[in-house]
């Protein structure tokens, strides 16, 4: 489904090129749970971004699906993105303003869908994380872990095929983060494609498979052995 071939990505730092991705190649099968470990700052979210259509690699190929998407221009990339993507982040990312139903909504808006799918979907999506007691309530008054299943419901509201998580549990207690791991569980057994980032050995045991980074470059599997 997915597959990254010597991706590489370097920022400007005045005349100096910084590397962050150095020659990073990965597949990743339709259906797998898989996690990303690796040190704060070895190039994570970087990566994420890039899997996710969010930015683009200064060098290599991503093909989804068999196509290469680095060649597609920034409307596809986004149209790509909203149809199969959905993204759940560390520090939720909803809008403080908006309900819980609202945020759910959101993509939804984006996708041109009517009032009443909208409501319908995204009640549809609440209900699957437990939430549908709080479609009213706004962020602040939700619990972090409640906060955090939103963002997952937001996410699933398009019936994306393929998840991606920017250590979704970093923020949460233990027992939220167990309620949040359950659910990447359960979508993983839906036949999602889940791709799970952190730093937590333990978090990462609910994977499948877990892919390691370290300064930039993924270890083989060798180096991985000793982890
Ligand atoms: N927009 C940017 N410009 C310059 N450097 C960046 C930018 N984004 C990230 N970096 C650098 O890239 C490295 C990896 O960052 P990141 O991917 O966020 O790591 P992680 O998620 O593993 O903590 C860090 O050294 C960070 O400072
Ligand atoms: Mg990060």
Same mark, same amino acid.
């Given at each position: ?11 400007? @730092?005045?005349?100096?090129e ?9 597949? *990743? ?20 971004? *890039?899997?996710?259509? #969010?930015? +683009? ?5 991503? @093909? ?6 680095l ?11 909203? +149809? ?5 982040? %560390? %520090?939720?990312?909803? #809008?403080? &303003? %908006? ?8 993509? @939804?808006?984006?996708?041109k ?28 008054? !939700?619990?972090? $872990? ?13 019936n994306p ?8 549990? $970093?923020? !949460?207690d233990?027992?939220?983060?167990? %309620?949040?791991l359950?659910?990447?569980?359960s !979508? ?7 791709v ?14 877990? *892919?390691?980074? &370290?300064?930039?470059? @993924? ?8 982890v």
């Amino acid at each position: 489904m997915i597959s990254l071939n010597n991706i590489s990505k370097s920022y400007k @730092l005045g005349k100096e090129e910084v590397p962050i991705l150095k020659n990073i190649s990965l597949s *990743i099968k339709e259906g797998e749970f898989v996690a990303i470990m690796g040190p704060s700052g070895s190039g994570k979210s970087t990566l994420m971004n *890039i899997l996710g259509c #969010l930015d +683009r690699p200064s060098t290599g190929h991503y @093909l989804l699906d068999g196509q290469d998407l680095l060649t597609r221009k920034d409307g596809l990339l986004a149209d790509i993105r909203n +149809r199969s993507i959905g993204f759940v982040f %560390q %520090q939720f990312h909803l #809008l403080p &303003r %908006q309900t819980a139903l609202q945020n759910v909504e959101l993509p @939804l808006v984006y996708a041109k869908a009517k009032k009443q799918e909208r409501r319908e979907r995204a009640l549809d999506a609440l209900k699957k994380v437990g939430l549908e007691d709080r479609v009213r309530f706004k962020p602040t008054q !939700l619990s972090g $872990g409640q906060k955090q299943r939103v963002a997952i419901a937001r996410a699933l509201v398009t019936n994306p095929r393929f998840i991606l998580a920017d250590e979704p549990t $970093g923020a !949460l207690d233990s027992r939220s983060s167990e %309620q949040v791991l359950e659910l990447f569980s359960s !979508l993983h057994q839906e036949g999602k494609t889940v791709v799970m980032i952190t730093h937590d050995h333990d978090v990462a045991k609910k994977a499948e498979r877990t *892919i390691f980074i &370290r300064d930039g470059e @993924l270890l083989t599997e060798e180096e991985t052995s000793h982890v």
